[in-house]
Structures are given as structure tokens and as C-alpha cells.
């Protein structure tokens, strides 16, 4: 499946913010873990709702969180 | 593996062997479609999968974390909206395909309550088979 055009910093800011794992994260936000893994690797682009909550949990802003990859039909 | 993906497996797996079982004795000819021991085989084979979906539900409860038994998040309502689209999809065929069957000669009721149970049997297993897809490449 090809990845969304969203490139996506949770992983770093997970590790940044005392290494929270997924699970922690999901719980947080309310999804479930394997959700979080999938936003994590690009396989799925999470509502405007979810993004902006891993942002909160972050205390940053979305754009810090999520980034738009403009390329090819995309742009 | 979430625990919405193994109600997936679990749906897959008891409907394949629970009809396939009363399929393949239907249609090998090892029982005769229209006797009293196919109506037994038919209704044992749906409490059989009565039974083993529930025990294996609860068994799949039991082993999940309490945090991945909670109501579905955005993604598995995603993913159990698109793959009831393609079953639904299946589903109309399998019925409309049922005009076939009904102006065969040498067709009973039998017969055509049959392949109608066919069609839900493999447009369940279409859902099933959609949903484990979606779980293993994201979405």
C-alpha cells in the first residue's frame, strides 16, 4: 500500500517525551495501540479530532506533529 | 494483534469450517439435500458456530489487554464500514444471483435456500477476509 503524503514526528516526540510508548499514547488520546502504529509508519492519516490530540498530549503544534509531503499529484 | 482483528480470524475461521462442513456434505453427495439429516447437519452446524464464536470471543477477550477491548476508535470504524461496503456489495450479487438457480430445471427449494445461505456464508467470509486485510496494511 503506497503511504500517505503526511510525514508524521511521533516517534521522535515519544522518545522525547520520556520514551512513551505507543500503548500510553493511545490510552491518552483513545485509540487503540495499533492505531497509533500505523499513523506512526504513514499507513493511516488520523482524523483532524486525533491529530490535534497527539499534539495536545505533545504540547505542541500540529504542524510540529504532522507535515504535508507535497509531491507529485499531491502538491 | 488487536482484539477487533481477531474477532475478524474468529469470524473467518468458524463460518469456513462450520458451513464448509455443511457445504461439502451437501454438495459430495454425502447427504441427501432434501432429508431430515441435512436439516440436522444444517442446524447443527449453526449452533456449532453459535457456540464456537462465542467461546472464542470470550477467549479472545480474556487474553486481549483491558485497554483493547474498549468501543472501536476511528480506525476499526473505518475499516468495519468499507469492509460491510464490500460485503453488502457480495451479498447483492449472491442474491441476485439467485435468479439463476430459481429458472434451472430440477431445482427444489431446497436447493435455492441453499445457495442463499451459500451467499451469506461467503459474503461473511468477504467482510472477515476485508477486515484482516485492512488490520495487517494499516487501514
Given at each position: 500500500?503506497?503511504?500517505l503524503?503526511?510525514?508524521?514526528?511521533?516517534?521522535?516526540?515519544?522518545?522525547?517525551?520520556?520514551?512513551?510508548?505507543?500503548?500510553?499514547?493511545?490510552?491518552?488520546?483513545?485509540?487503540?495501540?495499533?492505531?497509533?502504529?500505523?499513523?506512526?509508519a504513514?499507513?493511516?492519516?488520523?482524523?483532524?479530532?486525533?491529530?490535534?490530540?497527539?499534539?495536545?498530549?505533545?504540547?505542541?503544534?500540529l504542524e510540529?506533529?504532522?507535515?504535508?509531503?507535497?509531491?507529485?499529484?499531491?502538491? | 494483534?488487536?482484539?477487533?482483528?481477531?474477532?475478524?480470524?474468529?469470524?473467518?475461521?468458524?463460518?469456513?469450517?462450520?458451513?464448509?462442513?455443511?457445504?461439502?456434505?451437501?454438495?459430495?453427495?454425502?447427504?441427501?439435500?432434501?432429508?431430515?439429516?441435512?436439516?440436522?447437519?444444517?442446524?447443527?452446524?449453526?449452533?456449532a458456530?453459535?457456540?464456537?464464536?462465542?467461546g472464542?470471543?470470550?477467549?479472545?477477550?480474556?487474553?486481549?489487554?483491558?485497554?483493547?477491548?474498549g468501543?472501536?476508535?476511528?480506525?476499526?470504524?473505518?475499516?468495519?464500514?468499507?469492509?460491510?461496503?464490500?460485503?453488502?456489495?457480495?451479498?447483492?450479487?449472491?442474491?441476485?444471483?439467485?435468479?439463476?438457480?430459481?429458472?434451472?430445471?430440477?431445482?427444489?427449494?431446497?436447493?435455492?435456500?441453499n445457495?442463499?445461505?451459500?451467499?451469506?456464508?461467503?459474503?461473511?467470509?468477504?467482510?472477515?477476509?476485508?477486515?484482516?486485510?485492512?488490520?495487517?496494511?494499516?487501514?
Amino acid at each position: 500500500m503506497a503511504k500517505l503524503p503526511i510525514a508524521n514526528q511521533i516517534r521522535r516526540l515519544r522518545f522525547e517525551h520520556s520514551e512513551m510508548t505507543q500503548s500510553n499514547l493511545a490510552e491518552r488520546i483513545g485509540v487503540t495501540r495499533q492505531t497509533i502504529a500505523a499513523i506512526e509508519a504513514g499507513k493511516y492519516g488520523p482524523s483532524l479530532e486525533a491529530a490535534f490530540r497527539i499534539a495536545q498530549v505533545f504540547g505542541v503544534s500540529l504542524e510540529d506533529v504532522f507535515q504535508w509531503e507535497a509531491s507529485g499529484r499531491n502538491k | 494483534m488487536s482484539f477487533r482483528e481477531k474477532l475478524a480470524w474468529i469470524t473467518l475461521i468458524t463460518v469456513l469450517v462450520c458451513f464448509g462442513a455443511y457445504f461439502a456434505a451437501i454438495y459430495s453427495g454425502l447427504i441427501a439435500h432434501y432429508s431430515p439429516a441435512a436439516l440436522h447437519l444444517a442446524l447443527g452446524s449453526l449452533i456449532a458456530l453459535i457456540v464456537a464464536q462465542a467461546g472464542l470471543t470470550t477467549l479472545a477477550a480474556v487474553t486481549t489487554p483491558k485497554g483493547g477491548r474498549g468501543p472501536r476508535d476511528e480506525r476499526e470504524q473505518m475499516i468495519q464500514a468499507r469492509s460491510h461496503t464490500i460485503g453488502y456489495y457480495t451479498l447483492m450479487i449472491a442474491t441476485a444471483a439467485l435468479i439463476i438457480p430459481t429458472h434451472t430445471r430440477g431445482t427444489d427449494m431446497v436447493d435455492i435456500v441453499n445457495f442463499a445461505l451459500l451467499g451469506i456464508a461467503i459474503s461473511t467470509i468477504v467482510v472477515a477476509l476485508a477486515q484482516i486485510v485492512m488490520f495487517r496494511r494499516g487501514y
